[in-house]
């Protein structure tokens, strides 16, 4: 990975709606693309990844969709709860390239 | 299983001052990851280690910061002098290979530079 940027750095949302944050990024080699979720003074934990072999991939009420000819994934979050507000933090990289990582995005699900 | 584990949680020093961080990985995980996390940013690789070797240090401040994983299990991540710059949460992450497997994070070391 080279560079991925974030978008957008804040995102407030009401509890029941849809939460959508974009990642866009340049090395056409990269070929895996994780989300982490970091609650306040917590560690990184990956919530979802995708690989470049697939189009999307969804797990309960997260889902992560990757456009490899536009470079760019999002993560899509249905059905927020107040759990749910964090920062996210979405990440590229491919072989033994490290991973890269976003600058964030901080999640609020207003109850 | 176990967690990936660091010490210490929190380190307070001052500039021109040295300070060192161990991490012990997940039992197995042969990849082993320094990061710094400056606040509001996401974390950025220092080095990462595959067994005891280095695989990538292109971005570790090689005048000041140095890292070792000589057994191929535990790491300590040392930086000496310390820069008010340096002020960040630093987190070690293990993965079972090179190869995009999950990477698993510590609880992280808050170090302040003051």
């Known amino acids: 990975g080279e560079n991925v940027e974030q978008h957008p750095s804040t995102l407030s949302v009401q509890e029941g709606d849809s939460a959508v944050i974009k990642c866009t990024y340049s090395?056409?080699?990269?070929?895996?693309f994780p989300w982490y979720k970091q609650e306040l003074g917590k560690r990184p934990q990956l919530i979802i990844d995708i690989r470049s072999n697939v189009g999307e991939k969804k797990d309960q009420r997260i889902a992560v969709t990757l456009n490899k000819t536009a470079k760019h994934f999002s993560l899509h979050i249905t059905e927020t709860q107040p759990e749910d507000s964090a920062v996210y933090f979405c990440a590229e990289g491919g072989g033994n390239t490290p991973l890269v990582f976003g600058k964030g995005t901080r999640l609020s699900v207003i109850a | 299983e176990a967690g990936v584990a660091q010490s210490p949680r929190y380190k307070i020093i001052e500039k021109r001052q040295s300070v060192a961080f161990w991490c012990n990985p997940i039992?197995?995980?042969?990849?082993l990851y320094w990061y710094q996390q400056i606040l509001g940013q996401g974390p950025k690789l220092l080095i990462q280690f595959q067994n005891n070797g280095v695989v990538d240090d292109s971005q570790l401040p090689k005048d000041r910061f140095s890292a070792e994983r000589l057994k191929g299990v535990d790491s300590t991540l040392k930086i000496q002098p310390a820069k008010l710059e340096d002020s960040a949460v630093y987190l070690c992450?293990?993965?079972?290979?090179?190869?995009?497997?999950?990477?698993?994070f510590g609880p992280g070391t808050r170090l302040t530079v003051t």
């Open positions: 992450a293990s993965s079972f290979g090179l190869d995009l497997f999950e990477q698993y």
């Open positions: 039992s197995g995980h042969a990849t």
């Open positions: 090395d056409s080699a990269s070929n895996y």
